[in-house]
């Protein structure tokens, strides 16, 4: 578990004179600190401070797939004051992964805010394995099957599924290794410990920039272009043509179920106005994520809503379960 104070404006604001928030705000994050929620939530909390009049605090709950910090949310003291960064694994495909062991409810338990950002996953291997492209992963991978090693940030996570997506697309059985978040897995496979890792952008991309980490494919379907180092790397629409593989993700922020209307809509204010501050946007960028808002708490409980047939789909194709 790793707190940090991210920023506390001492300036004098209209928000001070609010009877929300009366202190600092904790943002529960997931997964260890270096991943790509960890981030996520590190510059929306810059953001977000000086719009509360209050410090943003994070803290970093990892395991059971982001099931310990969901439950943690769902369960604090209804004022808003601690929330959660969400995402589509957590509030969409973990209920079909942990059938008959969820210890909440995404749509009971829970306020749903705004997203905060949208991205997908990259493929990539360390810079001295023999693979030039993905062409000739997979043709390693089909010659030696199950040798091939992969790290993943837990089991039921974005890479777990990305790379037993890849594995019934392309038809290649990769081992999977589980880890306890992003990061241990990228210093894994830097180390030479695993072949490669299918994960969020973020903390991937500096690596590939610098050499040390070769891009074989983003797990959209369509190049990200908009990202220095990959804008060339190839997305699944050419890879795996009429695959429909897509593995587009997105993170958001909510607080606990029964939190107050005017905390609810405070909240709102406040991680919609960080997330659309160019500062944000610009930082994530580079690391392969977009900001994205929602109009309203209301709208993003929609999109989840309907965003839950997608992800049951992907579990199913996956043939994953972790009851």
Known sequence: MKRRTLLLSTLATPALAQSFPTRSIKIVVPFPPGGAADITARLLGEQMAPLLGQAVVIENRPGAGGNIAAEAVARATPDGHTVFLGGATIFCANKYL?????????????????????????????????????????????QAPGRISAGNSGWGTISNL??????????????????????????????????????????????????????????????????????????????????????????????TAGSPPEAVARLHQAVYGAARTATYRDKLLPLGFSAITDESPAALTDFIRRQDAVWKDLVEVSGIKLD
């Not at 306020?111 to 993905?134: C, M, Y």
């Not at 991309?205 to 220095?228: F, I, M, N, T, W």
Request: aromatic content about 8%.
């Open 162 to 255: 990305s790379i037993a997506k890849l594995g019934k697309v392309a038809g290649v059985e990769i081992s999977q290794i589980p880890y306890r978040g992003l990061a241990p897995s990228l210093n894994d496979c830097l180390a030479g410990n695993v072949d490669l890792i299918f994960d969020g952008m973020p903390a991937i991309v500096p690596h590939v920039r610098e050499g040390r980490l070769r891009a074989l494919a983003v797990g959209s379907q369509r190049r990200v272009d908009y990202v220095p180092g990959i804008e060339n790397v190839p997305g699944m629409a050419e890879l795996a043509p009429g695959s429909d593989m897509d593995m587009e993700f997105w993170y958001c922020i909510s607080a």
């Open 98 to 142: 942990y059938r008959g062991v969820m210890p909440f409810d995404t749509m009971r338990d829970f306020a749903h805010i705004s997203r905060v950002s949208v991205g997908t996953t990259l493929l990539v291997t360390r810079a001295d394995r023999p693979w030039q492209n993905f062409a000739q992963f997979i043709a390693a991978a089909k």
